[in-house]
């Protein structure tokens, strides 16, 4: 390099030089504890973590010595666990004219057994894993990213790992692929029905099973689904009412993001830019396969209303909160209460997380009730509103705006009554710490020593 | 037409307990007999006297109405068994769709496939040996033909004194499928997430007590209806365990413990704040 180039190009390139690399050691560093992800050095598995994330937990036992051909596995699992042994009789793999036995998925070697991970299906289902690894570009929320979603959520890794096992049951779609072709079976047929999906998709947060089954797609899926044939591909034609698969999977693509304008309706998107342009063209043209396009653009822009309107009320909720905090009147507030998930009591600066980009998921506990509240109204009713209008039940439409009002009114009169209680202490010169409340009691403690 | 039936009925009680004999010797009553339990319990103790007598200690035998061998098996003598070993005839009593016993049940792995493949299923069969690709109500809670169904269930979640009993009679059932590993692991973190639940119950419970010294009962209801809240919560996460069910652990359950818990703090620090 010529020495006299000047200052202002070499000092940030020793910089980059430096930090880069550094950046990129201290990701792998902090990767590379007992638990997974960027907080790996936080945790320690459960062992029934292995069975949802094998990559990472996953430690064969040596209960059983020697090597075992598919036959001889077969012969002894008849006896130990018969159930397996039936499923597998039953799925492709044992009917194909080059049969797929057990050691060819689990090694053959019983002290190295592995659990199968998606990368072990790749060696056949090539095309499948290939469009499902390639889901990640789409960000979250996805499958493919399903697992580094729950690793790396600060509650996850705050809490008693006991706790939140029913993460990894559903976030394991990512590492597994028996979440939808469930074991031994691996049915093709049974991932394209939509309960398949429903043991996750249901609940406050995403009642994807209601809505649909509320909507007309879904009356009809309910009045006629069991005579339909599962063995088609979804394709246009195929089937008379669209599934869960049919519009996230359309014809049998193995990713569910790539579509995803609104992402969930956990944060506010601009539905217009020319990325979500491309996406709504998508949707239309699948919408055709059965309806008018024009028709097909108005219900998509009639999401995009009940979105906005949605959002006006989520944020006045927010600014409401906000209000308080920059009033010091929530309570308690952060530095009177055990610490947001993994925010140290230590830190300089204590503050209450409020809205998504502050890490509004991870507050629904150690928080006051005014904020648990606007939690509840953000993901829960707000959650239901926009399944509603995704999947057609005006219902649960009506039904979410209907409690997001209640909440809003909800907190709009703890608001006030928090003012008062301020006021009047202020006046007093008095203030009570509610710390003894607030950081003492058996679960509150015990979670401050275990993660 | 009403009256006519009863006296049929009784008719045909009468005959049968006349007929005792009959109904002892080998040959099982004609299918076209409206038969009633007292009938059923007489010839069965004879017969087969284990699953009487474990049903008589079940929870089923001792509950009123007593829930007897025609509430599942009907009164005809025909398909008796395969029609009891159906969901249907326990989620009759148990509850509609959307009660947490049956929902977290329903939305499992587990209840997703019975839904799905059920038609497809030989009912003739018994409890056993993964004659079911997936398990039913019966096949856990009546594995081998067991009939007392308590076995398998816990009555107090607050003690973890049945935690033992309830733990090996289900791991029988699981190991039809399961892997003794994964059966152990997965037991004892349901264990453990159940005593986490438990901690914030007890948590709840021990300042409610600290404030009952201060404050009237009138000002505790709310805390104290949030507390029988929390009840249920912990049932999900019991239930959300045992029946496979992630929405249940955790939507239904922990997180929803957690806010119960706070709510519980945040009126108690109102009434200190009120009070001050």
Not at chain 1, 11 to 30: D, E, H, M, R
Not at chain 1, 56 to 72: A, I, P
Not at chain 2, 106 to 127: A, D, P, Q, T, V
Request: a neutral charge.
């Amino acid at each position: 390099m010529n020495l006299k180039t000047p200052r202002y190009v070499w000092v940030p390139l020793i910089i980059a030089l430096v930090t880069i690399p550094a950046g990129f050691f201290y990701v792998n560093w902090s990767k590379s504890g007992d638990g997974a992800g960027l907080y790996s050095r936080d945790w320690s598995p459960e062992p029934v973590f292995a069975y949802w994330n094998p990559k990472d937990f996953y430690q064969s036992v040596d209960t059983v010595v020697g090597e075992f051909s598919g036959e001889q596995c077969l012969d002894c699992h008849r006896g130990v666990t018969p159930g397996i042994v039936n499923d597998w009789e039953k799925s492709r793999h044992s009917q194909a004219s080059k049969k797929v036995y057990c050691n060819d998925c689990h090694g053959s070697n019983h002290e190295q057994l592995h659990m199968p991970t998606p990368d072990v299906c790749s060696n056949c289902h090539a095309t499948q894993h290939k469009q499902f690894v390639d889901e990640k570009r789409f960000g979250f929320p996805s499958h493919a990213l399903a697992m580094e979603r729950a690793l790396d959520a600060k509650h996850f890794v705050d809490k008693p790992k006991a706790e939140v096992t029913a993460c990894l049951q559903c976030h394991s779609v990512a590492t597994k692929c028996d979440s939808c072709h469930t074991r031994h079976k691996f049915s093709a047929a049974e991932a394209r029905r939509p309960e398949a999906c429903i043991t996750c998709h249901s609940g406050p947060p995403h009642p994807d099973d209601e809505t649909y089954f509320n909507s007309k797609h879904g009356q009809i899926y309910l009045a006629e689904g069991k005579t339909w044939d599962w063995s088609k591909p979804l394709k246009k034609g195929n089937y008379p009412a669209p599934t869960c698969a049919y519009c996230h999977m359309d014809e049998g693509k193995h990713q569910v993001a790539n579509k995803s304008i609104w992402k969930f309706g956990i944060k506010q998107i601009n539905p217009l830019t020319s990325g979500n342009e491309v996406k709504r063209k998508q949707w239309i043209k699948l919408c055709t396969d059965c309806h008018d396009a024009d028709w097909s653009a108005v219900r998509l822009k009639e999401m995009d209303s009940e979105r906005k309107t949605a959002w006006n009320k989520l944020y006045e909720a927010e600014e409401i909160l906000k209000s308080l905090r920059s009033d010091n009147l929530l309570h308690p507030s952060a530095k009177h209460r055990p610490p947001y998930p993994m925010d140290s009591p230590d830190d300089l600066i204590q503050y209450e997380h409020i809205g998504f980009f502050e890490g509004q998921a991870s507050a629904f506990y150690n928080v006051s009730a005014i904020e648990r509240d606007y939690f509840e109204m953000w993901y829960f009713d707000n959650l239901s509103a926009y399944k509603g209008a995704a999947h057609g039940d005006r219902s649960f439409i009506k039904k979410g705006h209907d409690a997001m009002d209640k909440s809003l009114d909800k907190i709009k009169q703890k608001a006030e009554k928090l003012r008062v209680f301020g006021e009047k202490e202020k006046n007093n010169k008095q203030r009570k710490t509610p710390e003894e409340l607030w950081l003492n009691g058996e679960y509150t403690e015990y979670n401050r020593q275990h993660n | 037409m009403h009256g006519c039936t009863i006296k049929k009925l009784v008719c045909i009680l009468f005959l049968c307990i006349v007929t005792e004999g009959v109904f002892s010797a080998e040959e099982p009553p004609s299918s076209t007999i409206v038969l009633e339990n007292p009938a059923c319990i007489e010839c069965h103790e004879k017969q087969n006297r284990v699953i009487v007598n474990e049903w008589r200690v079940s929870a089923h035998a001792i509950t009123n109405p007593v829930v007897n061998c025609v509430s599942c098996h009907g009164r005809l003598h025909k398909n008796l068994a395969s029609n009891a070993r159906q969901n249907e005839s326990c989620i009759s009593c148990h509850g509609s769709e959307k009660d947490p016993v049956i929902h977290s049940y329903s939305s499992s792995k587990h209840g997703i496939l019975m839904r799905l493949e059920e038609n497809s299923y030989n009912w003739s069969k018994s409890f056993r040996l993964a004659n079911y690709r997936s398990p039913g109500c019966g096949y856990c809670h009546m594995h081998q033909n067991n009939h007392n169904v308590s076995t398998t269930v816990r009555h107090d979640l607050m003690s973890d004194l049945e935690t033992e009993s309830v733990q090996d009679k289900t791991r029988a059932v699981c190991q039809d499928c399961h892997s003794p590993r994964y059966i152990t692991h997965l037991f004892s973190n349901n264990e453990a997430m159940l005593e986490v639940g438990r901690k914030k119950v007890r948590e709840a419970d021990h300042f409610i007590e600290q404030a009952a010294k201060e404050f009237s009962d009138n000002e505790l209801t709310y805390v104290k209806k949030q507390l029988k809240i929390m009840q249920q919560h912990l049932k999900n996460v019991y239930l959300g365990g045992g029946h496979q069910s992630p929405d249940y652990q955790w939507w239904h359950g922990q997180p929803a413990l957690d806010g119960d818990l706070l709510r519980i703090k945040d009126r108690l620090g109102e009434l200190h704040r009120t009070k001050q």
